[in-house]
């Protein structure tokens, strides 16, 4: 496990050169976001631990590199606290783990709220049919969807079923009902692109699946 976390914290100080994130203060909120979800995820272990956090803020950075208006700092922090306040993992209300980390790093509330706004996004169950007001949003959504799909997305599906009791049938299932369906769900042209790969790979799975 140490080792996972020291090549995060490389694959982080990378990610935050390569978006120009050049504010120290921002930097060591950033830093310190991490850390906090490496504590918070450490004994998870269906799908939704620090390395699920850390694929999705990878994919949000490329993101960014095609959308330089979106601010990357709240898109950044939005990421590393998305699943904070996870319904199916926490009993929290009103991003209550997210805040509470914000408010102790002295983000500005304005910033809070705008980094809330984005979390609040990414559900897919709370959010069929809503597109997210802003780039920021769209780019975290968009982030944490791809890491739903392609062969992690097969991975974290079982890994999630195996640990809430779903039968083989019902985590096929759950392709069907969400998975197959994100591609075409994606917010920005530059997430669909990346999806197409990894939905065709689940297909071939599924196929092989259904075949054996």
């Known amino acids: 496990m140490v ?47 620090a390395g699920h956090t850390m694929r999705v803020l990878k994919n949000a950075q490329e993101l960014l590199l095609s959308f330089p208006e979106a601010d990357a700092f709240i898109v950044q922090l939005a990421v590393l606290l998305h699943d904070a306040d996870d319904h199916k993992l926490f009993s929290t209300e009103n991003n209550y ?7 102790k790093m002295g983000v500005d509330p304005e910033i809070i709220e705008l ?49 809430n009791g779903r039968s083989l049938e019902d985590s096929i299932q759950h392709f069907y009902d969400k998975l197959l369906l994100l591609k075409d769900e994606m917010n920005t042209e530059e997430a669909r692109e990346m999806a197409r790969k990894r939905h065709d790979f689940m297909k071939k799975f599924l196929d092989e699946y259904s075949k054996e």
Request: glycine share 8%; hydrophobic share 40%.
């Open 3 to 49: 080792d996972e976390v020291f090549r995060w914290r490389v694959c982080l100080r990378g990610l935050l050169i390569k978006t120009y994130l050049c504010d120290m203060e921002n930097i060591e909120i950033i830093t310190e976001a991490t850390k906090y979800i490496e504590e918070l995820f450490c004994e998870n272990h269906d799908g939704h631990d």
């Open 115 to 163: 980094v809330c706004d984005a979390i609040n996004s990414v559900s897919f169950s709370k959010n069929r049919g809503k597109t997210p007001a802003t780039i920021e949003g769209k780019i975290v959504q968009d982030a944490d969807r791809l890491d739903a799909l392609g062969a992690i997305g097969i991975a974290r599906t079982f890994a999630y079923g195996g640990k």
């Open 97 to 103: 783990n997210a805040r509470s980390f914000m408010e």
